[in-house]
């Protein structure tokens, strides 16, 4: 008989239809939800790149120091960390469900061993391009201008999802890589731009329109997560996020009519970022559908998002 939960469920800090959100460390939520609950996981775990080093943004030298959550403790306490978090995301993730991971150089080779060991099928390895990187000011190595996403399944004969001909459709609109008609490559390069010659992922870091309710250092663009839920979930789908900071994860997961569940370790980012952005998709959804919001919260602020609703359903994103 197939365990449902491994112990009682906490109460979400924000409970919509369709959205959950858990403050606490990931393992421990993890262990709680119910086994095989979730159809797709995205991960953005800690890059430990915090190091005391400089960077540039807006022009001017930055720490890239994000927290202590951010710093690395030594090549084999990071890579028991990423085995673990692994470990706990394959027990909650369906048979055919896929996951997620998203990563530089300072991490994702060690997310990759941990999949591989835990017996994972690796699907794809994407390269995200990131045209608006920062320079690198020691000027002693080739600027860092790109992320790497692994997309892996749970066993080499699971039958996971992938939109295959929607990816295909798709225009090079924003994406100034990806040629329409043709099959989507494993380099994305998506811009705000609408306009930029089209060549196959290349996405800007996210603009001044996703931050207005705040900033999260390790943000990601939501045309890059819209683009992951649509290619690999279908309508309804569960999503999940151990990581979710600002959750954009779940905008474009409730933008895309799929349901989510995020997790973060820092109550900050949930209350400031992650719960003002999902009420202002919730508060969109129902100015778009006529209905009545059942949200608690107040819809200031939504009509952003209802802007990127309406733009969906005229099917320009």
Same mark, same amino acid.
């Given at each position: 008989?197939?365990?449902?939960?491994?112990?009682?469920?906490?109460?979400?800090?924000?409970?919509?239809?369709?959205?959950?959100?858990?403050?606490? !460390?990931?393992?421990?939520? +993890?262990?709680?939800?119910?086994?095989?609950?979730? !159809?797709?996981?995205?991960?953005?775990?800690?890059?430990?790149?915090?190091?005391?080093?400089?960077?540039?943004?807006?022009?001017?030298?930055?720490?890239?120091?994000?927290?202590?959550?951010?710093?690395?403790?030594?090549?084999?306490?990071?890579?028991?960390?990423?085995?673990?978090?692994?470990?706990?995301?394959?027990?909650?993730?369906?048979?055919?469900?896929?996951?997620?991971?998203?990563?530089?150089?300072?991490?994702?080779?060690?997310?990759?061993? %941990?999949?591989?060991?835990?017996?994972?099928?690796?699907?794809?390895?994407?390269?995200?391009?990131?045209?608006?990187?920062? @320079?690198?000011?020691?000027?002693?190595?080739?600027?860092?201008?790109?992320?790497?996403?692994?997309?892996? *399944?749970?066993?080499?004969?699971?039958?996971?999802?992938?939109?295959?001909?929607?990816? *295909?459709?798709?225009?090079?609109?924003?994406?100034?890589?990806?040629?329409?008609? *043709?099959?989507?490559?494993?380099?994305?390069?998506?811009?705000?731009?609408?306009?930029? @010659?089209?060549?196959?992922? %290349? $996405?800007?870091?996210?603009?001044?329109?996703?931050?207005?309710?705040?900033?999260?250092?390790?943000?990601?663009?939501?045309?890059?997560?819209?683009?992951?839920?649509?290619?690999?979930?279908?309508?309804?789908?569960?999503?999940?996020?151990? $990581?979710?900071?600002?959750?954009?994860?779940?905008?474009?997961?409730?933008?895309?009519?799929?349901?989510?569940?995020?997790?973060?370790?820092?109550?900050? $980012? +949930?209350?400031? +970022?992650?719960?003002?952005?999902? !009420?202002?998709?919730?508060?969109?959804?129902?100015?778009?559908?006529?209905?009545?919001?059942?949200?608690?919260?107040?819809?200031?602020?939504?009509?952003?998002?209802?802007?990127?609703?309406?733009?969906?359903?005229?099917?320009?994103?």
């Amino acid at each position: 008989m197939r365990e449902t939960q491994s112990k009682q469920m906490r109460k979400p800090i924000f409970s919509q239809i369709g959205v959950q959100l858990y403050h606490g !460390d990931a393992m421990e939520v +993890l262990g709680e939800m119910p086994e095989e609950s979730a !159809d797709m996981i995205f991960a953005d775990p800690p890059y430990g790149l915090s190091n005391d080093g400089m960077s540039v943004h807006a022009g001017k030298r930055v720490s890239v120091n994000k927290g202590a959550w951010d710093r690395s403790r030594g090549v084999e306490a990071d890579f028991a960390f990423h085995k673990a978090w692994i470990s706990a995301c394959r027990r909650v993730l369906k048979p055919n469900g896929t996951l997620w991971v998203s990563g530089t150089y300072h991490s994702i080779y060690a997310c990759g061993f %941990a999949l591989q060991s835990g017996g994972w099928h690796l699907l794809n390895e994407i390269c995200w391009y990131k045209p608006n990187a920062a @320079p690198h000011l020691a000027c002693r190595m080739f600027a860092a201008s790109h992320e790497t996403l692994i997309w892996a *399944r749970k066993t080499k004969s699971a039958k996971h999802t992938f939109h295959y001909r929607e990816m *295909r459709r798709e225009s090079g609109n924003w994406d100034f890589l990806k040629k329409a008609n *043709r099959q989507m490559r494993s380099v994305w390069g998506i811009s705000e731009e609408e306009d930029v @010659p089209t060549t196959a992922w %290349a $996405f800007n870091t996210p603009g001044r329109s996703e931050k207005v309710h705040g900033k999260h250092p390790t943000q990601k663009p939501l045309k890059l997560l819209e683009r992951i839920v649509r290619a690999s979930t279908d309508t309804g789908a569960v999503i999940l996020d151990p $990581f979710c900071g600002s959750a954009t994860t779940g905008v474009a997961a409730l933008l895309q009519k799929r349901k989510f569940v995020g997790i973060d370790a820092s109550r900050e $980012f +949930l209350e400031k +970022l992650a719960i003002p952005r999902l !009420d202002a998709v919730l508060c969109a959804n129902a100015k778009f559908s006529g209905e009545p919001s059942n949200n608690d919260h107040t819809c200031e602020n939504s009509q952003l998002t209802l802007t990127l609703r309406t733009d969906i359903s005229q099917g320009s994103i």
